[in-house]
């Protein structure tokens, strides 16, 4: 039997999912559960008008990040922000803060093959997705955000409940 | 009488010897043969039985063409159970390894005497069209008898029925050149375009590159030389045994990597195929051409091949098709062959060429050969069934034959460029005259074809024939033109006089270039032969449109990582790991996994619903309700975006408390619903159907963006944010009491359809007074990381009171004692909310909501429609099967009038008998009216009741 | 699989990310009840379905999440331009 068919079933999101959070590392490229977060959804119609009301910087262009902050669409920010961080809740202004810290986890893909990994079943040209770069995109049928930290790091931000899949099939995509 | 090895030459590796298996029987090889080549060296000249006259035959050509030679590869399986068997391998193109076994196919019981043959002698019956003219009447018959018994004798490999304990890889790949073909024309473009600087992928469907080359010894020293060149350069990927079947919009091509079906099973590990997306900035097609056969009566015996076919197995392999081999020719390369051929030391005997005239240095060269030379000749007959013995030639194809004693002959009928990825990406074509082919013309795409696959190949002069002419007319030939599917000459001339005037026509009629050969040697003979009967030019007769895959891929190829365990994505909440451990049978809604019910010592599902009810309704329950989509509905605006959205008015709702939400489509049918709260004035925590979380999230970002941009609000989805318990029962508030904390529990501080906002367990939670249940119940939202902390926290102080999980099939029950129903299922895309009973979820006063308008159509009110009503059978204990259909009148006349279906039925252990919904034309005017359910053998009675509530109608234990 | 140039994020971006939204440029009418049966059947049901020139919806879904609009060939399947919601008929 292959390997894939060994698995009896995929861990669960969250708490399983962490037992199996230490570094795989064949081919060059380990795969980590990263740490709980402090993490946001921001919507406001303009960078301006998010930046006053939360107080940090945040990028304006699509795709560009700042200090932990993405600009994933043209009214939409994630922050990632370090475990505690609280955010004022903007009420009453033209803006949407909304915790999302529970809502999904984070797969650090790390190493000289980061980028030929994730590209079995990403669809972008990681080639050319430069550091410092973040993106809402898919891994097969799993929507993900795609945030290149370094040349080798990758961080993949997924539903809890897309979580185990998508170990696992970087996992087979890693191995080949 | 059949093919040898030649004493020396040819790539293979003679100090590596590799036993294999062919039917059973053990044969050698070397390293370095193809299946098909070891099989001619050791005398096989039979491989097959054909697709609809079983004759017997053997390979045509030694490369993608070939479409004779089918075989089943079976590479051993993992236990019982379990297989690897590939039907229809392509001889040629299947490498040998050490142990490598192999059948043919279509034969019964054996390949050299098959019962299916009879078919052959009763050609005369089995014209084009045969299947579609004879097996039209009765047409009950053709599925029992016609068919089945068609299946079993036409039709190529078998499926393989063990399951496949291989895995298989993708990826994307992103090129700015991507060159189709490894011969020496792909090897040119890819070092060209690599000196560009820009990532270049060659890919090529053999083990080595080289393609045609590698078929003449002179060119060795080059292709040698520039894979190594490619080889050192970093910007250049080269992908062997990999095929690329199919090209896409946007320079998108797929190709299919072979990993390890190459080597003994014993040696292949990890994946056995990759499936590559390319996306190119520019695709290069390199895919040279294929050689067209002859068509004339008897060309399908083994061992008439074709030319390039015995030229590849001299010159690659060191393989001698026979001991005396003669060549017909209407092509200069033909005779480039026979001097091939004889210099690796294969006995040509003769070239017969039809042309009267041809370049006299090759007439030189083959006469200074020492083989006999018959220009202005055709092959008539071919002596033989299973190999061949003999041929008969004469002048013009018509004069007075003699004979000549061969015992293999090969066919030079020209060239046809591949055409068929450019095809794909929907470049045109222009005509030929000095091919007879056509060439790529115009593309559609950036891309460009070079080489032989572009008309760039010295290949020499040639007609380009239907048929060789003959002596006889050309309904008593069997002169084969698409050996894969078994079409003759006289086929298609009889789809012409049939009425067939366009090639699609005439393509389907007679199957010439269907299927998993795609006309690779067909094409173009079946159109010349089309251009003689309907006495047009071949330009004006039309081009059959190639089709994606190239060549047949395998199913595990194309589904790459989506197989087994990651077939696809079974989404759990952080609770389904209790669930599992307590022995919880689960069902699949959506994509999520869901406990269905806890059985307990033995119990079945009938014993565990009911004793979980019982508890809800006399204790408490606990449930998992994570999988309930949410949003935030967030911004200044939210309170008006709802109000427009769903039908019953938002506007007003205050903060701290909750409203059930009906949400319609513009066409005014029902299609979600959910409880929603109001945490802030600007701020909304809405709740969907499982199912229909992301479907109502799109409808409403759309209408948000694209109708009411002006509105400041947006959206965010929550669903995993929030792991949901619910806790129901009368003792729901006891359980949760000691836990919860900042929230005042006290029914008057916290009424029923409210939410506070405080901690339990030491953490946030977002604490709803909702029931699904009709008992006093709370939905415990807490973030989705401690959900399985609370879960147990809240199980550990139910003891006290008895507290029992449940699932959803005990929710389900509960919800339709109370008449509460399920979108998509008690609903199904065709009720209005009056249709449903819901009259009272509608605004009315509202000016305008989605939907709205629809709901004012004349038809929406008119009296027939299907309306959600309760129905209790007479005998208690009978439940009726959901789906099952309602008629009035059980005796009246089939078909039948039907009235409407079941939507919902259950055993209700707290009733003491069963409930069941149903949607049924006019449905509340029949209150009280018994109506009948037929089913196999017997009729169901049972009484309509217009209100769906079975239990507490007054709702007086909500309230408490 | 097509590439499909987002306006939002100003990229060729894979199909896959895409989810598409039928004919564009039909507005949802402002008061519905003022419309006859027939105006409020052509509004929800009726579709020109060109062969050729085509403009249509798409949703940007897995990416930045916005509706646009787009012009595309229903014959070559090819994308002429695709253009921000709110923007004029191209």
Sequence with gaps: MSDVLAIPALAVAGTDLALEAQAVTASGVALTLEAPASRWSLRARTAQALSGVIGRAVPARIGETLDGIACLGPDEWLADLPAGTALPDGAGQPVSVVDISARGVVIRVEGAGAATVLSSGCPLDLDRFAVGRATRTVFETVEVILWRESATVFRVFVWRSFAPWLWHALKAAERG | MSGYRLPAGGRVNRAAPLDFTFDGRAHSGFAGDSLASALVASGQMLFGRSFKYHRPRGILGMGTEEPNALVTVDRGGAGPGWGRRTPNLRAPSVPLYQGLTAQSQNRYPSLKFDLGAVNDRLGAFFPAGFYNKTFMWPRSAWEKLYEPAIRRMAGLGASPTERDPDHYDATYAHCEVLVVGGGLAGIDAALAAAADGGRVILIDEQDELGGGALSDQALWGEVADKTMALRRLGNVMVLTRTTAFGYYHQNFVGAVEQLTDHLAPAQASGARERLWRIRAGEVILAQGAIERPLVFDGNDVPGVMLSSAGRALAVRYGVAVGRAVAVMAVHDSGWRDALALKAAGVNVVAVIDLRGEVAADLVAAVRGAGIAVHLGHAVTQVAGRHGVSGVTFAPGGTGQGQQLAVDALLMAGGWTPTVHLWSHAKGSLRWDDTWGAYLPDVAQENCRAVGAGAGAWDMGAGLALGTLPGPKPIWQTKAFVDFQNDVKARDIDLAVREGMRSIEHIKRYTTNGMATDQGKTSNLNGLQIASGSLSKPVTDIGLTTFRPPYTPQTFGALMGHHKDALFQPIRKTVIDGWADARGAVFENVAQWRRARYFPQGGEDMHAAVARECLAVRQQVGMFDASTLGKIEVVGPDAAEFLNRMYTNPWKALAPGRCRYGLLLREDGFITDDGVSARLAPDRFHLTTTTGGAARVLAMMEDYLQTEWSDLDVWLTSTTEQWAVIAVQGPLARAVIAPLVEGIDLAPGAFPHMAIREGTICGVPTRLFRVSFTGELGYEVNVPAEHGRMVWEAIHASGQAHGITPYGTETMHVLRAEKGYVIVGQDTDGTLTPDDAGMAWAVGTKKPDFVGKRSLARPDMSAPGRKQLVGLLTEDPQEVLEEGAQIVADPDQPVPMTMLGHVTSSYHSATLGRSIAMAVIADGRARDGQVIHVPMPGRTIRARVSASTVFYDPQGSRLDV | ?90
């Excluded at chain 3, 990310?17 to 419309?35: K, N, Q, S």
């Excluded at chain 3, 409020?40 to 050729?52: A, K, Q």
């Excluded at chain 3, 798409?58 to 919601?85: L, M």
């Design chain 3, 1 to 90: 699989m097509l590439l499909i140039h987002c306006p939002y994020c100003e990229e060729d971006r894979p199909e896959v990310e895409f989810v598409y939204g039928g004919e564009a440029h039909i507005a949802r009418p402002l008061d519905p009840a003022t419309l006859s049966d027939e105006e409020w059947e052509h509004y929800l049901y009726i579709r020109r379905n060109p062969r050729g020139r085509h403009h249509e919806r798409w949703r940007h879904t897995h990416g930045c999440g916005r509706f646009f609009n787009a012009v595309r060939d229903t014959v070559s399947d090819r994308f002429e331009q695709t253009y921000k919601a709110g923007e004029p008929r191209k």
